[in-house]
């Protein structure tokens, strides 16, 4: 399904579960159909399971968005508790279109408890509330962290156990009945070898003609590409050796402190989600990765480079990038906004220390070139998250994997064959519907939401004119 296909079928105010393998225009699908509702008029309620996917799409996580926080289970107190604030109650009730992605990432149970959440405060029995309900993600990337012993009363809870592992086998996902868009177009590889080593991957046909790639993109340590990051799978590696990395350039080092603004449990979700350090320390010659999109000023998450120097006055660094381009970097927010005011913000320079980051880290980046340690993953779809953030073959580099590496989880192989059938069905069926119907079925849907019709004009932003200063 192409992200037009995907597009039009989310127009028409039916749930979905947009997917497809990494690179395909997933997040720019969606961002396509926020931007669409905007110029009706319609705000959607963006969210995330991460705070890392939260802060990449602007929104909150979809615990924040509720008011669940970190609970696993919800008694009847609970949702009065969070009935009784207001500022959870108006957000939800005023909103029309709700996004969770890194959907992948969130369990059945948590799930099952933002349908609950929804229904209880827009006093609306449908399936989350009546609210359009938009998964976005790709289940063979990394999974939820299930709790392995829950201790709680069953008596006063609204659900007595999860159920599955992963937010598809819930009660509230099928209730939902999402339309499957399986995205199948590829915007971020362009190696064909390298595509077919993924989709193999993906289909748990890895064989032995694959390794052979692989292999041939083996090194040793003290062969890795310099101002290329290695991937590991646990944070005390990464830190390891950005410290080891940092402290043997020798010259002056220079300290960025952020800066905090707004509620406090706002802050700390924030926090957890930026990938630039509350303290970034630079020093000439440092490695480091770009952490936030600016295609204006010539970087994305993800672009390396290396710290050329420092500005005399401001004490900005001058970045050099790969491609040879060189940046003063400024710094960037990171905020939590709702109906156009901020509510909690972080400003930091856009950057973090790119000798090493984690595979979770760098999951919804896109690399030229990374450098990878797969020889400690210990969870399925560890490796081919590592994998599938490079472009291309010639900008992977193995130090060394494991047999876990190149494993999806079962259960996965088999939905996916599900999810693609599903796919296909949906595709035929919205296919059948002539134009002028279809936009009709759209057109509805955005008046039912209070937005502008599609056959008025959009609403425009009002020029501010500018006058020549004397």
């Known amino acids: 399904m192409t992200q037009a296909d995907a597009l039009n079928i989310l127009k028409t105010g039916a749930n979905v579960f947009l997917t497809g393998e990494p690179g395909s225009g997933k ?3 969606v961002n396509e159909y926020a931007a669409y509702l905007r110029q009706r008029g319609i705000e959607p309620s963006i969210t995330a399971s991460t705070g890392i996917a939260a802060t990449h799409l602007g929104g909150l996580t979809i615990h924040s968005w509720t008011g669940i926080g970190i609970r696993d289970f919800l008694s009847k107190s609970d949702i009065s508790a969070i009935l009784g604030k207001s500022y959870i109650t108006k957000r939800m009730e005023a909103a029309h279109v ?12 948590t799930l099952n408890l933002v349908d609950t959440v929804c229904r209880a405060v827009r006093k609306n029995p449908l399936p989350f509330g009546g609210l359009q309900v938009i998964f976005v993600g790709d289940f063979f990337q990394l999974p939820p962290v299930i709790k392995e012993e829950s201790v709680f009363n069953p008596q006063t809870l609204l659900f007595q156990e999860p159920v ?7 009660m509230a996902w099928r209730n939902a009945k999402p339309v499957v868009c399986y995205l199948t177009e590829q915007h971020r590889q362009d190696d064909t070898d390298f595509l077919g080593i993924l989709s193999a991957i993906r289909r748990n046909e890895f064989t032995a003609d694959h390794q052979v790639f692989l292999r041939e993109r083996r090194i040793l340590p003290n062969h890795a590409p310099d101002r290329v990051p290695t991937l590991f799978a646990h944070n005390h590696d990464v830190d390891r050796i950005n410290k080891q990395m940092l402290a043997k350039i020798p010259g002056e080092r220079h300290g960025f402190a952020m800066k905090d603004e ?13 990938l630039s350090p509350e303290e970034l320390h630079l020093k000439i010659d440092a490695t480091v990765m770009f ?13 390396l480079g290396g710290v050329e120097g420092f500005q005399k006055e401001s004490k900005r660094p001058i970045i050099k990038t790969r491609t040879g381009l060189r940046i003063t970097v400024e710094p960037m927010t990171w905020a939590v906004e709702e109906n156009g005011k901020t509510l909690a913000k972080l400003t930091q320079l856009p950057l973090r220390l790119a000798w ?11 690399l030229d070139a990374a450098v990878m340690d797969l020889s400690s993953v210990f969870e399925f779809g560890q490796g081919y998250v590592a994998l599938s ?23 996965i192989l088999i939905q996916d064959r599900v999810f693609r059938s599903s796919a296909e069905d949906a595709q035929n069926e919205y296919g059948r519907i002539p134009r002028d119907e279809l936009q009709e079925i759209q057109e509805r849907f955005l008046l039912s939401c209070d937005g502008t019709p599609l056959t008025a004009p959009k609403k425009r932003k009002k020029k501010i004119s500018k006058t020549k200063s004397k």
């Open 98 to 109: 709700l996004i969770i992605d890194e959907v992948s990432m969130l369990s059945p149970q």
């Open 291 to 303: 952490t936030k999109n600016n295609p204006k000023e010539g970087f994305v998450n993800g672009t």
């Open 164 to 170: 599955g592992k992963f937010a598809f086998e819930s």
């Open 356 to 366: 090493a980051i984690t595979v979770h880290k760098s999951q919804g980046m896109s």
């Open 27 to 29: 997040t720019f699908t």
């Open 262 to 274: 707004g509620k406090p449990v706002l802050i700390d979700i924030l926090k957890k989600g930026c």
């Open 389 to 411: 953030r490079v472009r291309r073959l010639s900008g992977l580099f193995l130090l060394g994997w494991n047999e876990r590496a190149f494993e999806v989880h079962p259960e």
